[in-house]
């Protein structure tokens, strides 16, 4: 045989048995990471009475009443990934968001609120109270949202592996936080965030207006 065809036969035979042991191990390691993920979500979903999806990541299920999820997301931006906890609760409203960054060296997180001043004071929501549901919460980014248009209140917290998903009791604790404050949500949405301003008086209608002869 052409020493040269020889050649190119087994260097082909070479990269066949280099893809074909590749794609091997991507499908051992995607079997592994939903493995893992499934031990990690199932016990929420039991605490739900709910269901899990691998494919979407996530868990759907009932508390309190309320249509409830747990679920793996990209954070915005495509930046690293959060760990979703949401509640179905009264849509419509002004959508709010409430932020806790911690910042080296400092002694507290940085708050900020996406929303209004006015709305913040009518919500009236307690967050050092909040974040004790929140596992590591003066060293990990975490915020709580309201999506008027889907009308879900949601915990919003970053996750740096599948160790971040919370276990079923700290799932339940923050699922009670979150329909605990949308009460006070609805209470915020339905009063109004400032006194409206007083216009000019009416004009008196013809009828009422003195004739110029009286």
């Known amino acids: 045989m052409n020493p040269y065809l020889a050649t190119t036969i087994a260097m082909c035979i070479i990269v066949a048995l280099s893809l074909a042991g590749t794609a091997y191990l991507a499908i051992m ?12 979500l199932t016990p929420l979903a039991e605490a739900i009475g709910g269901a899990v999806d691998l ?26 990934r959060l760990f979703l906890v949401e509640v179905v609760d009264a849509a419509g409203g002004t959508g709010w968001e409430w932020s806790s960054l911690p910042i080296k060296g400092a002694p507290r997180p940085e708050e ?17 109270r909040f974040s004790a549901v929140v596992s590591d919460a003066n060293s990990q980014r975490f915020g709580v949202a309201y999506d008027a248009v889907a009308g879900t209140l949601k915990l919003m917290r970053a996750m740096r592996s599948r160790n971040d998903i919370p276990d079923a009791a700290t799932f339940l604790a923050q699922l009670d936080a979150l329909v605990a404050i949308g009460p006070n949500n609805r209470r915020a949405q339905d009063a109004p965030l400032s006194e409206p301003t007083p216009g ?11 004739s110029a002869d009286a």
């Open 200 to 210: 000019p008086p009416p004009m008196p209608s013809a009828t009422a207006m003195p």
């Open 112 to 128: 900020s609120f996406e929303g209004g001043e006015p709305l913040k004071q009518r919500l009236g929501i307690d967050w050092d």
């Open 29 to 40: 390691f995607n079997r592994r990471a939903k493995a893992d993920l499934a031990a990690r």
């Open 55 to 80: 494919d979407e990541a996530e868990v759907e299920g009932r508390h309190d009443g309320h249509l409830v999820f747990g679920r793996v997301a990209n954070a915005p931006g495509g930046i690293g």
